[in-house]
Structure formats: C-alpha cells, structure tokens
C-alpha cells in the first residue's frame, strides 16, 4: 500500500506512526521499548529521505477537499539543500531518541512528542507553499506545547521558553500566506510570485523559530528540551537561508539587523550574568 505513497509523504508517515503508538501506549511500555519504537520511526524516516538521492524534484500536491487553506492544497518539492539538511536532523532525531531515557527515567511521551515535531520540520523543509510552511511550523508547535504542558519545574519553564517564540513563529506565516493569497492570487514559494512583504515576515518567522538571543532560554532545564532546540534551530536556519535565496531582502532592511545586534548583545550580557550567579551559588 505504501508503494503509491511518494517517498516525501512516507518520510513524514513513518514518523507520525511512530508517535501515534507511543502516544496511544506509551504510558503503558517500558522505557526501553518507547525508545526502540522512535528509533524505527526514526530510522524508517531515514531510509525513505536517501532513497530520494537524485530524485527530480518533481512537486507533490496533498489533496485535502473540502478543506481549501490560501485556496490551495500543500505542496512538497525536494532540493538538494532541503534533502541534506531533513537528512542529517532526521539522523540526529534516531541519536537523540536513542541515547535520552526521559525525564528522570519515567514514563514520559517526549519520544513520541519529539517525532510529531520532527515530521512538521521535515514539512516545513519540503513545502513549496506557504500553506505547507504553516502546517509544519503549527506540527512543531502542537508538539512542544504537549512538552510544555506535561514538564514540571524548570524542565517545563524551558519548554515553554521554546513554544511561545514559535506560536509566534506560526503566525507570521500564516500572515505572510493570507498576505500572498490576497495581492498575488497565490502562496508558492517562487522567486517570481513571493512579495517582499512576504519574504520579511518569513524572515522574522525564521528568527523567532532560531530562538535568537534574549529569547533563546539560557536554562532549559532537561536533555530533552536541549535535544529539542537543536531540530528547531535546524529549521529555522533552513527558513532563513531560503529567504535570502529567493531575494536578500532581509538584509535591506536596517531595523531588522538593528534589532538582532541588540537582542544578540543583550543575550551575551543576560548570559554572562547567569554564569556569573551559578558560579557564585557554587562557591557558597
């Protein structure tokens, strides 16, 4: 059956499977056997992801009448940049299940969690539309709110610090799809259709999915969240890289570097401070 499915879409399925069992289950297996589960999942996903090695790039349309989002159903398209980068944070996904037991060894969904963001990431790193960009980027955001809402204590304050810039993150491009649909009729991501205008709140989307300084979380609290912010900052790189190959808009636009020397100096300081502290809690 999966045979008709094209290898894109098995990528993603094989994770979303995955998570469904954990989720479903996995209160009730081993911690051991959730992480064999996300490791096939994982390993599944990566598989289908080499075959595409030299694959054309043709553009794959998911159907899903009635329901017409930007009037228009997602789009997958493969690049060389797109394929290695889903490669190498897929097969960081498998390391990173693998080797992390949970929050304190219970009985935590975080391995499930952690496939249901890294298949909105692959989505966002395959999407030819800002539609598919949206879906992907709302995919990470279900997931790390589920991580938030499960964590305790400092684990779920830094969960947290991760999902609210992202939330954020997910608005913009929906603002930057319903800006698109409206002037240009269309939300392909192409040089020659995508707005300026378009291309800055993708920009920013980019940023605030980096988790930039001040509002990258200098405590987060668990190797789980660590391991998370490493796919994410994955994406959003992705994100920023495609806007300046499509147009350097970003780069024309002074408030916007204004604002990132600032945040990344405030960060530095904001760190130095916090290092500063633990060292002197330390020496107490």
């Given at each position: ?25 996995g209160r009730f297996l ?98 030819a539309n800002l539609p ?77 999915r980096v988790l930039v ?72």
């Amino acid at each position: 059956m999966l045979d008709s499915v094209p290898l894109p879409l098995q990528a993603i399925f094989w994770l979303l499977a995955g998570a469904a069992i954990i989720l479903a289950v996995g209160r009730f297996l081993p911690n051991w056997l959730r992480r064999l589960v996300a490791l096939v999942a994982s390993a599944a996903s990566l598989v289908n992801l080499w075959s595409l090695r030299g694959d054309s790039g043709d553009t794959i349309e998911i159907f899903w009448e009635p329901l017409n989002l930007f009037r228009m159903s997602p789009l997958l398209q493969i690049d060389g940049l797109s394929l290695g980068l889903g490669i190498i944070l897929v097969a960081a996904t498998a390391v990173l299940v693998l080797g992390i037991r949970g929050y304190r060894a219970r009985r935590t969904l975080w391995h499930g969690l952690i496939l249901v963001a890294m298949a909105g990431i692959l989505l966002m790193l395959m999407a030819a539309n800002l539609p598919t960009l949206a879906l992907g980027s709302g995919l990470i955001d279900l997931a790390l709110m589920a991580m938030a809402g499960m964590a305790v204590g400092d684990t779920g304050r830094g969960a947290w610090r991760m999902a609210v810039p992202g939330v954020g993150s997910t608005l913009l491009l929906v603002a930057a799809g319903l800006q698109m649909s409206t002037e240009v009729g269309t939300s392909v991501l192409s040089a020659a259709r995508i707005t300026d205008q378009a291309l800055i709140l993708l920009g920013i989307a980019g940023l605030l999915r980096v988790l930039v300084f001040p509002l990258h979380p200098r405590r987060l609290g668990s190797p789980q969240n660590a391991a998370t912010l490493i796919l994410l900052v994955g994406s959003g790189l992705y994100l920023l890289v495609r806007v300046q190959a499509i147009a350097p808009v970003l780069a024309g636009q002074a408030w916007i570097l204004s604002l990132a020397g600032i945040a990344f100096l405030a960060g530095a300081v904001l760190t130095w401070i916090g290092q500063g502290w633990t060292g002197a809690a330390i020496h107490q």
